[in-house]
C-alpha cells in the first residue's frame, strides 16, 4: 500500500509540475519594429573607395565628431572599426580629391564611394630668372 501511496504522489506532482509550466502565458516577440528601435540599431559598415582610375588606398574613413576612423586597402575596401547607427556621418578624405560626407541610415550596410579630383592652384610661381643669393655673409 505505501509503493501504491508513493506512485500516486510521484504521479499527482508530476502532474501539477507539467501544468504549472505548460500553462503558463508565453510572449512571442513582436516583428513590428517601432522607429525608436530602428534608430537604436548597430550598424556594421563596409565599403569601398575608387576614382575613375580604379581603387584607392589610403582613404582616411573617419567618424565625423570623433577621432574613430580607418584606412582603405590596397583595393580600396575598408570595414569600420565600431558600429554604427542611424544618423552618423562618415567623412572621407583623401589628398587631391574632393572631401565628402556619408550619412548613415537604419539600411546602410555597404557603401561604394566614387571620388572625385579635387582642383589644386598653387600660389606663385618659381622664378628662374634671376639666381638665388644668399643674404647670409662668410
Known sequence: MKTQTI???TMLFGI???TALFSSTIYAQN???TTAAVADQELTVKGKVTDEKGPLLGVNVVLKGSKIG???DKNGEFTFPKSLSSGDVLVFS????EKQDIK?????????LL??????????APSS????????SN
Open 7 to 9: 506512485k500516486k504522489i
Open 16 to 18: 501539477m509540475m507539467f
Open 31 to 33: 516583428k513590428d519594429v
Open 70 to 72: 580607418v584606412i582603405t
Open 94 to 97: 583623401y589628398l587631391g580629391y
Open 104 to 112: 548613415i541610415d537604419a539600411k546602410t550596410t555597404y557603401i561604394n
Open 115 to 124: 571620388m572625385s579630383s579635387d582642383l589644386i592652384e598653387m600660389m606663385g
Open 129 to 136: 630668372e634671376k639666381p638665388f643669393k644668399s643674404k647670409r
